[in-house]
């Protein structure tokens, strides 16, 4: 059974960075992305990025282009979020899933992301 955990929320002043980690415990099959979602309260959840480890394919959510950054290391096991000038709005619960092609099919428990002003 494949399990995904994130770590690295907090509290950041608007405009500053942080960094988010998804660790994935299980099989990955190559044509499987893990992608970064947000959901803020009474806001349906969006689509930020995903990642392919196989095919090195990132996509971007138009909120978050030129300011976030996914990435993977050599394992592909574990997926980062890098997240920089952040804003207001960015606030909110994120969460890592994996699926076919991008497709979330399982998820992880979430972190959460405040950006103060």
């Known amino acids: 059974e494949v399990r995904l955990a994130e770590t690295g929320g907090g509290m950041v002043q608007v405009g500053g960075s942080l960094r988010l980690s998804c660790a994935v415990f299980g099989k990955i099959f190559d044509d499987e992305g893990i992608g970064w979602f947000r959901q803020a309260p009474g806001k349906e959840r969006e689509a930020v990025s995903c990642l392919i480890p196989s095919e090195r394919f990132t996509h971007y959510g138009d909120s978050v282009k030129g300011r976030f950054t996914t990435s993977s290391d050599n394992s592909g096991k574990t997926v980062y979020l890098q997240m920089n000038s952040l804003k207001p709005e960015d606030t909110a619960v994120y969460y890592c899933?994996?699926?076919?092609?991008?497709?979330?099919?399982?998820w992880g428990q979430g972190t959460q992301v405040t950006v103060s002003s």
């Open positions: 899933a994996l699926g076919s092609n991008c497709v979330p099919s399982r």
